[in-house]
């Protein structure tokens, strides 16, 4: 049975599913019921995964992120499987999958953000995307490891940093973060990181 986390809440992946190496991170989230308007459309909100790769816990260069315009990590250790640009239907709405024996021993973190595309130029945010999660499967035996649903008030975010694996010796752990920030680009989240 799965794990259900809480903000902040870690777990040791190396405990829960020992031998790990293929995970598939899935992340998913509904746009809440757009209001009717006679005179505008309104446009699907577009969230975009994203994964950045840490070498002593900062992002060194742009090659260390991993998103729709950059599907697969040089190494080959993290794959993007392609962008959903209205984040329609159920399950995960975008997913990617980490290869942990084949990340290079100096990477220790990857960072597990979304971000709302063109969101200021919208007039888009978080308060308008419902049922945010993220989930860890075990892709041996497809297994959900764990779970993060999302709650709380972010009507004034437009990105936000969901979760992280990292890496402690030679174990894996996986973070709960689910911190909301006003971020307009994946650009300006990765500059938190350098």
């Known amino acids: 049975m799965a794990i259900s986390l809480q903000k902040g809440q870690k777990i040791s992946l190396s405990k829960e599913a020992a031998g790990l190496d293929q995970v598939l991170v899935g992340l998913g989230w509904d746009e809440?019921?757009?209001?009717?308007?006679?005179?505008?459309?309104?446009?699907?909100?577009?969230?975009?995964?994203?994964?950045?790769?840490?070498?002593?816990?900062?992002?060194?260069?742009?090659?260390?992120?991993?998103y729709f315009g950059n599907l697969k990590h040089f190494s080959?250790?993290?794959?993007?499987?392609?962008?959903?640009?209205?984040?329609?239907g159920e399950g995960d709405d975008e997913q990617l999958v980490v290869e942990l024996q084949k990340l290079p021993?100096?990477?220790?973190?990857?960072?597990f953000v979304v971000n709302i595309y063109k969101a200021?130029?919208?007039?888009?945010?978080?308060?308008?995307?419902?049922?945010?999660?993220?989930?860890?499967?075990?892709?041996?035996?497809?297994?959900?490891?764990?779970r993060y649903d999302?709650?709380?008030?972010?009507?004034?975010?437009?990105a936000m940093i969901v979760g992280e694996l990292e890496k402690t010796g030679n174990e894996w752990h996986f973070n709960a973060i689910g911190e909301g920030t006003q971020d307009g680009s994946l650009d300006e989240l990765t500059r938190r990181y350098r």
């Open 105 to 111: 021993n100096e990477y220790n973190k990857v960072i």
């Open 120 to 146: 200021y130029q919208r007039k888009q945010s978080f308060g308008n995307v419902k049922n945010c999660f993220i989930h860890l499967i075990d892709q041996r035996n497809n297994q959900e490891i764990c």
């Open 150 to 158: 999302i709650s709380g008030n972010y009507d004034d975010c437009t």
């Open 76 to 88: 080959g250790a993290v794959s993007h499987m392609g962008d959903n640009l209205t984040g329609a």
């Open 32 to 66: 809440v019921e757009k209001k009717f308007s006679l005179f505008r459309k309104q446009a699907d909100i577009d969230c975009d995964a994203s994964a950045f790769l840490l070498k002593n816990n900062q992002l060194k260069g742009t090659d260390d992120v991993v």
